[in-house]
Nanobody, 119 residues
Framework: QVQLVESGGGLVQAGDSLRLSCAFS????????LAWFRQAPGKEREFVAR????????YYADSVKGRFTISKDNAKNTMYLQMNSLKAEDTAVYYC????????????WGQGTQVTVSS
């Protein structure tokens, strides 16, 4: 079991920055991937970014590339999503998720944190 708890969401204006955190705990094992997803009202959940323990490789959706940065603090067991130059279309509930490096499906999810960007 892996527990994930997001925090840091809020209401900001377009162009502002916000940093989300995802505290994780439990039996994470050594090789895993942590990711951020988001779901806007009336839309399907979409991938935002991921980071792996294998070399700390990162990958971003085209819609956030250059504006968002994913990182992880191993000492704190926390993953972050630094979001800069926020746009109204970034408004969504943001979720963090965990999967083994050797599987494709994310097995554990957090409860989500709301990000609202006003224009």
């Amino acid at each position: 079991q892996v527990q994930l708890v997001e925090s840091g969401g809020g209401l900001v204006q377009a162009g502002d920055s916000l940093r989300l955190s995802c505290a994780f705990s439990g039996r994470t094992y050594s090789d895993y991937v942590l990711a951020w997803f988001r779901q806007a009202p009336g839309k399907e959940r979409e991938f935002v970014a991921r980071i792996s323990t294998s070399g700390g490789m990162t990958y971003y959706a085209d819609s956030v590339k250059g504006r968002f940065t994913i990182s992880k603090d191993n000492a704190k067991n926390t993953m972050y999503l630094q979001m800069n130059s926020l746009k109204a279309e970034d408004t969504a509930v943001y979720y963090c998720a965990w999967r083994s490096l050797y599987t494709a499906q994310y097995a554990y999810w957090g409860q989500g944190t709301q990000v609202t960007v006003s224009s």
